[in-house]
């Protein structure tokens, strides 16, 4: 059966080069390089979430106890989502063909499987638009993560992205897992820091080293590159936290439990009611849930998400080329 499976993964990550518009490792990191069932112990304790010095959304400070749980030590990869598929035939939502119902304002032809893939614009005018740099392309999935012509050779460590919440949420299922609340995300990627702005601190590059996967250079415009990183990187290229997690903050946001609403709010009241639907006033009418961590766009002068306190608003069925996520398993240590 193991072998049966592993060929059947091995068949999703096999294919032609990918496309030449994809970002291109530009430096060499030591990364993970065995990334299968990898979990951490995270130990009990009390913390502050949010933060008063960056995005309202971030407040109210509010204070936090947290019994201890297991935690993927690095994002899901593309290797590990290739292998539940290959045991279960999961189709992502990205690989569905969009019911009418669900998307009422746009065309019938316009109602095809996709996902949105970031673009770096050829025209700055007006300031710039996101629907420059985000495109819906047909055919993007998490095994064409560029779109038809693309694939995911040489990537089977990076992690996996297209993936809407119900895919994340199907995924953590099959292994006996869930997907971590807002505030267990947030208290494991603190590592054991108290209202420190970063995982690692309050300096951003502590002895000039890289220590997450960031957009360096103007964004959307230009990206330098000089954290080694045009794109996603490999999990575990950058060095852990103090709980010993890789990639908490930066390469790509991550799923987590709660419905998002522009402030912090009971926890209890927005994590998996069915009910709900969650708000953001930038997306009305849209389910939408929460990320957090920032990602491999997220530049100084755009997007400083790449913080434990950093939180956005998502639409629950729609993935995009920087969405993962990583499982929780909650119970006893031993």
């Not at 091995?10 to 299968?36: I, M, N």
């Not at 740099?133 to 999935?141: D, L, Y």
């Not at 998502?314 to 006893?332: C, D």
Request: hydrophobic letters at 40%; glycine letters at 10%; charged letters at 20%.
């Amino acid at each position: 059966m193991l072998i049966l499976l592993a060929a059947a993964a091995a068949y999703y990550l096999a294919g032609v080069s990918v496309d030449e518009t994809a970002p291109k490792q530009t430096a060499a990191h030591k990364c993970a390089d065995d990334t299968q069932d990898k979990m951490v112990w995270i130990p009990a304790g009390s913390f502050t979430m949010g933060s008063a010095d960056y995005y309202p959304e971030e407040g109210p400070l509010t204070e936090f106890s947290i019994e201890g749980f297991w935690m993927d030590r690095y994002e899901v990869t593309n290797a590990q989502f290739a292998n539940f598929v290959a045991a279960t035939g999961y189709v992502t939502v990205a690989e569905r063909q969009p019911q009418p119902e669900d998307f009422p304002d746009l065309p019938a032809e316009n109602l095809m499987p996709g996902s949105v893939v970031f673009i770096i614009p050829t025209e700055w005018a007006g300031g710039g638009s996101l629907r420059q740099w985000w495109q819906f392309i047909p055919g993007a999935n998490w095994r064409q993560p560029a779109g038809p012509g693309s694939d995911l050779a040489g990537k089977a460590h990076y992690p996996v992205v297209h993936i809407a919440y119900e895919d994340a949420r199907s995924y953590a299922d099959w292994l006996g897992h869930e997907l971590p609340t807002e505030a267990q995300w947030e208290y494991a990627a603190r590592g054991g820091l108290e209202q420190q702005t970063y995982s690692w601190g309050e300096e951003f590059r502590p002895a000039d080293q890289w220590r997450a996967n960031t957009w360096q250079g103007l964004f959307p415009l230009q990206n330098t590159a000089a954290d080694g990183y045009a794109g996603a990187a490999p999990v575990g290229c950058y060095p852990a936290n103090g709980y010993g997690l890789h990639d908490m903050t930066a390469n790509v946001w991550e799923w987590v439990a709660n419905w998002y609403y522009p402030r912090h709010v009971d926890e209890a009241s927005a994590i998996r009611d069915e009910a709900k639907t969650g708000f953001d006033p930038r997306q009305p009418g849209r389910p939408v849930r929460v990320i957090k961590g920032g990602s491999y766009l997220c530049a100084e002068n755009y997007c400083l998400r790449y913080r434990p306190a950093a939180r956005h608003a998502q639409e629950s069925s729609l993935g995009a080329a920087h969405i993962g996520f990583r499982t929780v398993k909650n119970g006893p240590e031993n």
